[in-house]
């Protein structure tokens, strides 16, 4: 028998997908004490949606925490990277090549700044020519007319010259300023050129030390790949030639072997045949050998219609028997010693 349960208020602050799995457990406790054992379709429906709110946020923060992951992973990757290129620059002399980039790159940005410093005093200095020459212009028409002077134009006129000295000052400040800054782009155009220069001796180097070592790696290989070489036809050459020499005699050994079993088979067959034929042969001599005696017992009885004659073998037909049952003999042991062993 189960217990009631004491809830308690869900708090205003909960979420409502919080709100959504109180509310789906009390209705589960709920029907529990009342025994009904059935869900509701809606405590049915709330628990989907409730498990697939939990396998999508389960996905974004495994998705977010694989993300992560990667780009820690991809971080370290390129840092390792980073040090390992500046680890064989470093080895391989090709930092001082890079600190040299560096040198031509600020020295072009310097020069830069030195042609644009030139470009702003020559137009200063051709501000102050034309200032100048204004005021030199203007000094001359005074002069032209100097018989009709008033009281404004002798003022002017000192004024004017007053003007022009300082003009003439800053027309000289602007030229020297304007040779100053032509020689400093020289001079920083050739320090570029020094720079790219030395850039381009220690690359020229570092290529040859580069050729070199690779050279002097070849060589090694081609030692290694000859000593394999020879390596191989001193010791696995004549090891393999015994493997195989071994083999091959114990495939012939093997094959001897079948032939001879075969052929003491076939010679087992033909001295049971040739026993065979011989006690025919035996047999045909002692029937030969009867016959006369039964023929001169019938002849004594008394006398016959038909004259008797008996069939007797000699010896020449006994040899001869017996010469053709060795030939018998013979072919028949080639013709199985062909069958049981073909030539190549």
């Not at 696995?236 to 079993?261: D, G, H, I, M, Y």
Request: proline fraction near 3%.
């Amino acid at each position: 028998m189960f217990r009631p349960l004491r809830l308690r208020p869900v708090p205003h602050t909960l979420s409502t997908h919080s709100r959504r799995v109180v509310r789906l457990f009390t209705v589960d406790k709920s029907s529990a004490t009342s025994g009904d054992h059935k869900p509701s379709p809606r405590a049915e429906d709330e628990r989907g949606a409730w498990a697939a709110h939990a396998v999508l946020s389960w996905s974004e923060r495994s998705a977010v925490v694989l993300r992560k992951r990667t780009d820690d992973i991809v971080a370290r990757m390129k840092a390792s990277f980073s040090q390992l290129g500046g680890n064989i620059n470093r080895v391989t002399g090709y930092e001082e090549i890079e600190a040299l980039k560096r040198s031509v790159v600020s020295q072009e940005a310097r020069i830069a700044e030195a042609r644009e410093k030139s470009r702003d005093t020559k137009t200063a200095y051709a501000e102050a020519v034309q200032q100048r020459s204004n005021s030199q212009r203007e000094v001359n028409d005074l002069l032209q007319r100097k018989h009709t002077w008033k009281d404004a134009d002798v003022g002017r006129f000192t004024a004017l010259v007053r003007q022009d000295h300082l003009y003439e000052q800053e027309e000289a400040r602007a030229k020297d300023a304007v040779a100053a800054s032509d020689d400093e782009v020289d001079r920083e155009f050739s320090a570029l050129m020094r720079l790219i220069l030395a850039r381009y001796h220690e690359e020229q180097v570092w290529s040859d030390k580069i050729r070199s070592v690779s050279t002097y790696g070849q060589l090694a290989v081609m030692g290694v790949n000859v000593f394999v070489f020879l390596l191989a036809i001193v010791l696995v050459e004549p090891w393999k030639r015994r493997r195989l020499a071994q083999t091959f005699e114990r495939k012939v050994e093997e094959l001897e072997a079948s032939n001879v079993a075969v052929v003491k088979g076939g010679i087992r067959a033909l001295d049971q045949r040739l026993d065979e034929q011989q006690q025919t042969l035996s047999r045909l001599v002692a029937a030969s050998a009867a016959t006369p005696l039964e023929t001169a017992s019938h002849v004594g009885d008394g006398p016959s219609l038909v004259e008797a004659h008996p069939y007797t073998l000699s010896n020449e037909d006994v040899a001869f028997v017996a010469s053709s049952a060795a030939f018998t003999a013979a072919v028949l042991g080639w013709v199985l010693r062909g069958w049981f062993h073909p030539g190549p």
